[in-house]
C-alpha cells in the first residue's frame, strides 16, 4: 500500500521558521511533480507550492517570497521551508506527490493526509 507520510507540523510563533517534510512509503518506482496544498480556517484546499521533477518551484502569490519548496530525489522526498509565517498561514498542510508504482505502472496523484500548522500572533 504505498502513501505519502508527512511531518514537521506544529505551532510556531509569527516569523519562526518551520520546515513540513513528505516522503512516499511503500513501493514506489517513480515519482513526478510533487506540490503542498493547504486548507485554511474557512477557506477550500488550495494550493501553495509546487515543483518538478526537475527541480523547477512554482508558488501561490500568497506564499511566494516567504515560502521555499524543495526535493531531494534520493530520498523521494519534498520538504516546505516556511520562512516568516503568519497567522493566516495557520491550517492543514497536505502534500500531494505524482507517483508510478508497480501496481499500474501508471502517473497517479497520492496525498498525504495533512500535517496541522499554527502561526500564533
Known amino acids: 500500500q504505498v502513501r505519502l507520510v508527512e511531518s514537521g507540523g506544529g505551532t510556531v510563533q509569527t516569523g519562526k521558521f518551520l520546515r513540513l517534510s513528505c516522503r512516499p512509503a511503500g513501493n514506489v518506482i517513480g515519482v513526478n511533480d510533487m506540490a503542498w496544498y493547504r486548507r485554511t480556517p474557512g477557506h477550500e484546499r488550495e494550493f501553495v507550492a509546487k515543483?518538478?521533477?526537475?527541480?523547477?518551484?512554482s508558488y501561490s502569490e500568497a506564499v511566494r517570497g516567504r515560502f521555499v519548496i524543495a526535493r531531494d530525489n534520493s530520498k523521494s522526498a519534498v520538504h516546505l521551508e516556511m520562512d516568516n509565517p503568519r497567522p493566516d498561514d495557520t491550517g492543514v498542510y497536505y502534500c500531494q506527490a505524482a507517483l508510478i508504482t508497480p501496481m499500474t505502472f501508471k502517473v497517479e496523484d497520492y496525498w498525504g493526509q495533512g500535517t496541522q500548522v499554527t502561526v500564533l500572533p
Open positions: 515543483i518538478t521533477r526537475e527541480g523547477e518551484p
